[in-house]
């Protein structure tokens, strides 16, 4: 007589876009991942803030929790899947609790890991079970799976690239559309890629949180968002695009991690590529993250960074994982081991920039600005004047007549004496509201 191995049994506490097609994932594949596994993988608790709501997928036989801290607990689940989000509240102390009970747990919260990797890492490692967060960085890409596995045989140099769907697809519109930003973020929204709070998105909160993982993943260091330098794409204006795009540039919201001489520099930030180059060519809510290894060199991994089905595809496959056994390290060494983060001061960073100047037309203005350049050793490779744009003059209202746009690309230099410069030039009140820079990725 055969005797069926106990299938194992998931707590699903969230039930947005993201939970219900998890539910309509395991519905659809669950026979086929049963035959993979050998032992069915069953929903037997699920908890959300409705419980009346219409979400396409039928609950039927599966136990309601009110309280997601309850289901995480509960002896009838082996594996907690957190899909409510945000760094504390419910989603921290479900996960608190399901550690605690012994209860392996998948996430898609980048903010709660982001916040509190460290210590979820070492409470999942004192109970023996796994901490899977796959869906947490850039959607549907296996990024996590990758460096944990195939690429464990590598030192990593460096990681990054495109990490928030939503800011990509914004530009993306912006500069094949001439769409308004607040028209693209609107559309953004409607499809279900931006965050509850899309401030998170534009502000670079989002994929500072994601880059903070891969920071910690990439060089063994303990997760530490508080050390990751985070600028939005909300002061970029349609005149920064179409300046970009005559130089031979794309504007990307960056997600940057690379070990320096004096720590680790961990910035997202606005940044201009080459239009040509494979992450420059990525548009839409599509993510790419770009790992440079010691043995495999440079992968480039690309894919759908948001969205329900993408999302969810990740949160099966750490929830397959699981069933399978496999119970590795969250951060993939000891979390007893981690180093602290060390940073980088940004103000070494070296590498070109480009300057956008809403400069005022009269005698010296120029000279003013050059010198100003000249005696901080910044180099200029290219000045271009433009025709000014009524959206360009940023970040303040400031009227952009009777002044001229002036571009201004440097040599490499290093960002502390751009950095002094420009606060001079914006003291000398020769340019209406501030300045615009934007570093320039060597990629
Ligand atoms: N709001 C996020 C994005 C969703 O736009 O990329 C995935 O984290």
Known sequence: MSIEPSPMRIGIAGLGTVGSAVLANLRLHGDRLALVLGRRIEVTGVSARARKKDRGVPLDGIEWFDDPVKLAASPKIDTFVELIGGAEGPARAAVEAALAAGKHVVTANKALLARHGFELAKAAEAKHVALLFEASVAGGIPVIKTMREALIGNEIKRVYGILNGTCNFILTKMQEEGSAFEAALAEAQAMGYAEADPAFDIGGQDAAHKLALLTSLAFGTRVAIDEIHCEGIEHIRRADIEAADELGYRIKLLGVALKTETGIEARVNPAMVPKDSAIGEVSGVTNAIEIEGDFVGDLLLVG???????????????????????????????????????????????????????????????????????????????????????????????????VMQLVLITHDTVEAAIRRAIKLIEQDGNIAGRAQVIRIEKL
């Open 304 to 402: 759908p960074g948001a969205g329900a089905k993408a999302t969810a595809s990740s949160v099966v496959s750490d929830i397959v994982d699981v069933a399978r056994g496999d119970c590795m390290k969250p951060f993939i060494i000891p979390a007893a081991k981690l180093k602290a983060h060390k940073k980088a001061t940004l103000g070494s960073h070296k590498g070109a920039y480009y300057v956008r100047l809403s400069v005022h037309d009269r005698p010296g203005a120029l000279a003013s600005i050059a010198g100003r350049m000249a005696a901080h050793e910044v180099s200029l490779e290219s000045i271009v004047q433009r025709r000014p744009r009524a959206d360009a003059v940023a970040p303040t209202k400031a009227s952009a007549s009777g």
